[in-house]
């Protein structure tokens, strides 16, 4: 079984602990960055490729940031999103605007900033041409249906909400041409966390077939496809994360057979994921309260499901490690509970691990997409700070943690007093 190593130990995250007290997320800036190089390495072949991350997985500025000096774009999906975006100083085809079920006030917004609009519906081209009229360049959502398995994340295409048939995206393009857009993009999105990386290469090759057909029956030249998100990441130790290389070249191999070939080049690629630019790179850090020995033995944690909810939502395995006992036998079994009133809030069941003692530090890994963003404020509990760990070793604050101020906030206690009740 593979080792899940950390870029930290016991003492730096207690010498972190005289300022901010646990649980909080820390992400590792310089995991992240060769991360980004990396991706980039293996899409290198295709001028004009671009990641797109997509903000939803750590809507963090500071992360954006870092990512947007490693050439990411970001990828959105609401007006919030789209002005985090705006504050990083991404603008015009830096953005990605992957909506549905959207405002008119969103489309305008993503108008202003010179996104990219990615259309999720047919009837959302009259929505978008009435409301702030069609820019030059316009992509559409695909959704293959019942010619691609989906998994337990995602679903099943055919039930999915998002995207267009094929026969829309046909009646579409013509629709586009006809109103004198110049532009076209091409859109998908099918997977979740996917391991297996001859998926996104064949998503690759059904994108591939459409531009060819898109083209040869409505007489359009795409400029880019985007293959979407999903790479998943290796959350157990025993797996292994996906060859961007190998991905990079299954893809580039179908380009030049099914793109380059029939006259299409060039052809911008571009992905949007999230959980693999940030996912392994981000940890939840939290102390041991009680432990509790009835029917089962429990390890009760100052973390709770509202830090992180992606154990309790979909039963997701998240690695564990109590630090400075790495190398200790995993020879207890506990339930690792926080302290909502919910039975699910538990972030392992019948976990292995070392003997542990209150008091003691757990961190849970692969926190780093989809963890505090997911965060929320059920029983009155309170969202964690977010650490960076510098590529020099500091760390730097990238988000307080939240107070009962903030918490009630939306609330006006000064009418209490004039509130008749009888
Ligand atoms: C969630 C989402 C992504 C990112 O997915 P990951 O699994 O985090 O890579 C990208 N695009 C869209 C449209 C999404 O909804």
Known sequence: MGIKALPFDEATIRAIMQET????????????????????????????????????????????????????????????????????????????????????????????????????????????????GLPDLVCFRYNPGKLREGNAIIGHPEEAKYGFTREQLFEGYRKLRDRGVKRFGLHTMVASNELNGDYFVETARMLFELVNAINAEVGITFEFVNLGGGIGIPYRPEQKPVDLQAVGQGIRACYEEMIVKPGLAPLKLALECGRMVTGPYGFLVSTVRHLKHTYKDYVGLDACMADLMRPGMYGAYHHITVLGKENAACDHRYDVTGSLCENNDKFAIDRMLPEVAPGELVVIHDAGAHGHAMGFNYNGKLRPAELLMRADGSIAKIRRKETEADLFATLDFGGLAGFQTS
């Open 21 to 132: 007290p646990t649980p909080f997320y820390v992400y590792d800036e310089k995991a992240i960055r060769a991360n980004a190089r990396a991706l980039k390495q293996a899409f290198a072949w295709n001028p004009g490729f671009r990641e797109y991350f997509a903000v939803k997985a750590t809507p963090n500025p500071y992360i954006m940031k870092l990512l947007k000096a490693a050439g990411f774009g970001a990828d959105c999906s609401s007006g919030p999103e789209l002005t985090l975006a705006q504050r990083v100083g991404l603008r015009g085809d830096e953005i990605m605007f992957t909506s549905n079920d959207t405002p008119a006030s969103e489309y305008k917004l993503a108008r202003e900033l010179g996104a990219i609009i990615n259309l999720d519906d047919v009837s959302h081209i009259d929505y978008l041409d009435r409301h702030v």
